[in-house]
């Protein structure tokens, strides 16, 4: 088993925690991790991407080869088209809708839907709504890895573990939060495949 | 359980594990999370290792080999370009040697994620004629920090461990080991080793030099120089630090079949790669950064050996490596994969809202469109942004600070306005000595420092300068008159305008601080640098 992951976003959305879950989880699980990030200039509202790679033999790059993902987990629409290069045929995309605009030719949102959902393997939900439905907005990037998580090597148990351990410094308030954001993101998951 | 390290965590895990009584550093991307995490380890502060930042990588680099003088073990870190700041240091201290061990780690950046250049450290490591590791996974950045420290005293040479981005920032579960306890201070028996007065340091250089044969068998039987059988000798493959994993990762289960050989220890051990020429048609040579093996092993006249890599144009020449860059190089068909969608918009980093750069910039703007000859010299920081658009205010930007004195240059050839722009860290770090030269002729140049308390663009550390920059500047003798405070926000915008032009038009040195605490900083920071601030012009 291997599982080849990029999670993309901009700078400050959040896509490290998502990262630190995935890492978390798989390490609890036995398995081998290598998952690589950004830190400096691009951090600053920038495109940042992170590789993560579960396996249960030895991985040796830190880096994905191209047409090798077996997934991308956006937190942005135009971020996820950035790493199509990446995916491998007939790989999982999965997007939160709402588009992060801090540049001044951000394109038309719906020439971007109309790319996404011209892939088959498609998961594009209004994760942010969900989150702040939910009363914490800042937990769209865990709505996006629960809508993930049917497609992931690892159990419900080790992810929603890793997650109480994660977000547990922050208080149970939070904790049960990020745990209803995730399970309704699969909810969410299941309805759109 | 293993811990999920970052190969800089890894790293840092390693020394304190190594029984290091100090690290010494300046923070830089992508090498700055090794300090951080000895800053924050519970043990390191039981040990009371030294953690703290230091002004630059030169003061860093000298107060390490203080350490060692004393007997204690010690580490400095920085980037690939700190290294060129602390090169004085670095050539002499090979020459001088060590008492207890010290190891030099500099993080490369091939690719330039965060940086000016994609200079190579190992040509730095040569010219000192010290030993290099350069370890290829994070458990390896674990185990050969220790391994340095050991071999750092046995060869009685500072070690240089040679990282790059990819695996300074990436993560893996690492298994750690024992920590070896401190060093207590032994000073040197060697009165002399030291003082490298000509009469002294001819002798120590020509040790230096008696010295490689050792270095260089150290290398031959590194456990960290693997060999790799393979059947197929149509070639040997060298693959050295991070480039080992991008070609293992082209093999399933990384079954090459090809003989490599694995270098992660330098002085090339060359023994161990005189036989894999001698039992393979041709030697592809892979490495992350400049050819540098490459340049060594091939044939300078190009008359009997068949080496190829980078410098043969058979891997990309410039740019990091990655698993699919070296596939032609191995023989593959590089597939085609789905293209980036044209739709798709670059989406450069930028500013962050709110921050006080921004307000800078937009009052130079407009000095700018008043005076058409001004000319902006900017420095390294986050402020370097604003050499894009919206603001596309800077209109140079080469070193830790050389704003300053790149402007007095300029206006010693009659540039004017001549305005540098230099943040509070790099300031202290290198622009004060080039304000002194500026004070001295009293050359008409406008230095403003854009103070926000933090090095900012590596995270916000604490920067050296806060609440010290008035008192510095007026001991460096800027007159008074021409030292002035401003708050760039918004609301002041026409009012710093004004106080700008006049100390333009003013026909000598001239200083604006421009003060507004980083965005980034935590509310508990804001609070105590209000309560520290307390300037006065006076």
Known sequence: MKTNIILAGVGGQGILTIAAVLDTAALASDFHIKQSEVHGMSQRGGAVQSHVRISDKEIYSDLIPKGKADMIISVEPMELLRYLPYLKKGGLLVTDANPFVNITNYPELEKLYTEIKSHTNTILIDAKKIAKNLGNSRATNIVLLGASASQLPLSDDSLKNAIQMLFQRKGERIVNKNLEAYNKGKEIAIATI | MKKLLLGNEALAQGAIDAGISGVYAYPGTPSTEITEYIQKSKTAKELNIHSQWS?????????????????????????????????????????????????????????????????????????????????????????????????????????????????????????????????????????????????????????????????????????????????????????????????????????????????????????????????????????????????????????????????????????????????????????????????????????????????????????????????????????????????????????????????????????????????????????????????????PITVIISDNSAIAMTGAQDSAASGRIVDICKGIGVNKDHLILITPLHKNLQNNIDLIRNEINHPGVSVIIAQRPCVQLPKEKKDLLRKIKNISLN
């Open chain 2, 55 to 443: 002004v630059n990588e030169k003061t860093a680099m000298e107060a390490a080999l203080g350490m060692s003088y004393a007997g204690k073990r010690s580490m400095t870190v920085m980037k690939h370009v700190g290294l060129n700041v602390a090169a004085d240091v670095f050539m002499n201290m090979s020459v001088s040697g060590i008492n207890g061990g010290l190891v030099v780690v500099v993080a490369d950046d091939p690719s330039m994620h965060s940086s000016q250049n994609e200079q190579d450290s190992r040509y730095y490591g040569r010219f000192a004629m010290i030993p290099i590791l350069e370890p290829s996974t994070q458990q390896e950045c674990y185990e050969i920090t220790k391994y340095a420290f050991d071999l750092s005293e046995k060869m009685e040479l500072p070690i240089m461990i040679r990282l790059v981005t990819r695996l300074s920032h990436s993560r893996a579960g690492i298994k750690t080991g024992d920590r070896t306890a401190q060093n207590k201070i032994k000073l040197p028996t060697n009165q002399t080793q030291f003082q490298l007065i000509p009469m002294h340091a001819r002798g120590r250089y020509q040790h230096l030099v008696d010295i490689q044969g050792g270095n260089r068998k150290s290398s031959e039987k590194s456990p960290y120089n693997t060999f790799i059988n393979g059947d197929d000798t149509s070639m040997g493959i060298i693959a050295s630090g991070i480039a080992y994993n991008y070609l293992m990762e082209n093999y399933e289960d990384g079954e090459c079949p090809y003989p490599v050989l694995k270098i992660s220890q330098y002085p090339l051990p060359k023994t161990r790669i005189k036989s894999l020429f001698d039992n393979c048609d041709k030697i592809l040579v892979l490495e992350d950064g400049y050819p540098f093996i490459e340049e060594i092993i091939s044939d300078f006249l190009d008359e009997k050996r068949a080496v190829i890599g980078r410098l043969s144009g058979h891997v990309n020449r410039v740019g990091e490596l990655d698993p699919d860059s070296i596939k032609k190089a191995l023989g593959f068909e590089v597939e085609k994969t789905e293209p980036i969608p044209e739709v798709v918009s670059g989406r450069p980093p930028e500013l962050c809202v709110g921050c006080a750069h921004r307000d800078l910039f937009d009052a130079i703007n407009i000095l700018g469109k008043e005076n058409s000859s001004q000319k902006v010299f900017g420095d390294i920081g986050c402020y370097a942004l604003g050499v894009l658009d919206p603001f596309a205010s800077i209109d140079t930007l080469i070193d830790m600070g050389a704003s300053i004195t790149m402007a007095k240059g300029a206006a010693d050839a009659g540039i004017h306005p001549a305005i540098a722009i230099i943040g509070d860290s790099t300031f202290t770090h290198s622009g004060m000595t080039g304000l002194l030269e500026a004070v001295i002729e009293d050359t």
